[in-house]
C-alpha cells in the first residue's frame, strides 16, 4: 500500500520561503509511470493544484504560482519536496502531496500539513 | 484556462440517488476524476478515468461524461455519503491540472 507522507514547519513569516518534504513509501518514487504533486486547499477553500514532478527532475508548475516555486526530487531517499517563496498570508493552506499516473487521477494522497503564514 | 463548475450544494434523502455536475467546455473529451472529501480529511479518488471505481469504493458511486456535462451519481445515499465532492481534469492547453469547486452533499 502506498502511504505518503508530508513534512515541514507548521508556521512561516510572510516573506519566507516555505519548505515542505513528502516522503513516499511502499511504492516506487523513480517509477516511471507517475508524477509526484502537491495540491493546497485554504481554510474553507476548494483545492488547488500547484505543480507536480517526474523522478527525472522533470516539473510541470500552475502558472499562477510558477514564479515563486521550486519542486525537487530526490530518488535515494524517496523524497520530493515543495519551496514556495515570498509568502503571504494567501498562502496559508493546507499542503498535500499526492501520487498522479500521468495526468491521471490522484489515487494516492498524504494525510496534509497546514502551513500558516504569519506578519 | 480551462474552468470546471460545480454546484455548491445537492440535498438529498436517505436512500434517494443523488447527483452532482461538473460542468466545462467539451468536457466530455476529457477523462474525468471525483474525490470525496470528509471533514479534516485528504480528498479520496471515489471515480476516476469517468466511470471507473478504485477497489473499496461500493458501486452505488458511478460516473458519467458526455457533451459539456460530467456527472457522480450516488444511487441508494446513505448518511456516510455526506461530504464535498471535487471533479478534476487535465486540461492539455494550458498543461494545468483543474479542480471544479467543490460541492457539499447534504444528507436530510
Known amino acids: 500500500q502506498v502511504q505518503l507522507q508530508e513534512s515541514g514547519p507548521g508556521l512561516v513569516k510572510s516573506s519566507q520561503t516555505l519548505s515542505l518534504t513528502c516522503t513516499v513509501s511502499?511504492?516506487?518514487?523513480?517509477?516511471?509511470?507517475?508524477?509526484w504533486t502537491w495540491i493546497r486547499q485554504s481554510p474553507g477553500k476548494g483545492l488547488e493544484w500547484i505543480g507536480y514532478?517526474?523522478?527525472?527532475?522533470?516539473?510541470y508548475y500552475n502558472s499562477s504560482l510558477k514564479s515563486r516555486i521550486t519542486m525537487s526530487v530526490d530518488t535515494s531517499k524517496s523524497q520530493f519536496s515543495l519551496n514556495l517563496k515570498s509568502v503571504t498570508a494567501a498562502d496559508t493552506a493546507v499542503y498535500y502531496c499526492a501520487r498522479n499516473p500521468q495526468q491521471g487521477s490522484f489515487d494516492y494522497w498524504g494525510q496534509g500539513t497546514l502551513v500558516s503564514v504569519s506578519s | 484556462s480551462y474552468v470546471l463548475t460545480q454546484p455548491p450544494s445537492v440535498s438529498v434523502a436517505p436512500g434517494q440517488t443523488a447527483r452532482i455536475t461538473c460542468g466545462g467546455n467539451?468536457?466530455?473529451?476529457?477523462?474525468v476524476h471525483w474525490y470525496q472529501q470528509k471533514p479534516g480529511q485528504a480528498p479520496v479518488l471515489v471515480v476516476y478515468?469517468?466511470?471507473d471505481r478504485p477497489s473499496g469504493i461500493p458501486e452505488r458511486f458511478s460516473g458519467s461524461n458526455s457533451g459539456n456535462t460530467a456527472t457522480l451519481t450516488f444511487s441508494r445515499v446513505e448518511a456516510g455519503d455526506e461530504a464535498d465532492y471535487y471533479c478534476?481534469?487535465?486540461?492539455?492547453?494550458?498543461?494545468?491540472?483543474?479542480f471544479g469547486g467543490g460541492t457539499k452533499l447534504t444528507v436530510l
Open positions: 478515468d469517468d466511470d
Open positions: 511502499g511504492g516506487s518514487i523513480s517509477s516511471s509511470n507517475y508524477y
Open positions: 514532478i517526474y523522478y527525472s527532475g522533470t516539473t
Open positions: 478534476q481534469v487535465w486540461d492539455t492547453s494550458s498543461e494545468h491540472e483543474v
Open positions: 467539451n468536457i466530455g473529451s476529457k477523462s
